[in-house]
Every structure is written in C-alpha cells, then in structure tokens.
Nanobody, 117 residues
C-alpha cells in the first residue's frame, strides 16, 4: 500500500521560508516522478512543481526563482524549499507520485501553509 505523508507546513510571515517534506512508502521511490500541488480556499488545485525520476524539474511561473523541488532517493523523501513567501502562497500543499509527470497515481493528505503577518 502506497502512502505519502507531508509535513513542514505552518504559519510564516511574508518574506519567510519553509521546507515541506513528503515521506513515501510502499513504492520504489527512485523509479517515479513526484510532484507538489496546492489548493487555496475556493480555488482549484494547481501545479507547483514536479520532478522526474532523472531529476528533471518544472515549476509554475508563480513560484519560479522562489521554490525548489528536490528528492532524496535514499530517504524516500520529496522536498519543497519555499523562500520569499507571499500571502498568495497560502494553501494546502499536496505531494503526489506517478509513472510519468501528469499521470499521478495517488496523493498525500496535504499540509497547510499560511503566509500572513
């Protein structure tokens, strides 16, 4: 059974930083693409960043230059380093996995990120 568990969310002031983690179990982590998405209240879930099994990355325009996606295959863990956070980054952040980017097989339960002064 595949399980993804996000952590690292919280309340941060504008301009601050957070690092999200997504611990995966039940899959051979290194073989799969991974992604981060987010959903703000009243909005649809949107792409934040993706990373392939060969470490190819892609970012939403709104986070380019501020967020960095990475993975540690030895620890079966996906990360999202978020810098220069803005109130518009407030959302529940979800990780996901799949054979290829966009063909996601399942999702974690999400972690709340709130950017506010």
């Amino acid at each position: 059974q595949v399980q993804l568990v996000e952590s690292g969310g919280g309340l941060v002031q504008p301009g601050g930083s957070l690092r999200l983690s997504c611990a995966a179990s039940g899959i051979i982590f290194s073989r799969y693409a991974m992604g981060w998405y987010r959903q703000a209240p009243g909005k649809q879930r949107e792409l934040v960043a993706t990373i392939t099994d060969r470490d190819g990355t892609n970012y939403a325009d709104s986070v380019k230059g501020r967020f960095t996606i990475s993975r540690d295959n030895a620890k079966n863990t996906l990360y999202l380093q978020m810098n220069s956070l803005k109130p518009d980054d407030t959302a529940v952040y979800y990780c996901c996995w799949g054979i290829v980017v966009g063909a996601w097989s399942s999702w974690g339960q999400g972690t709340q990120v709130t950017v506010s002064s």
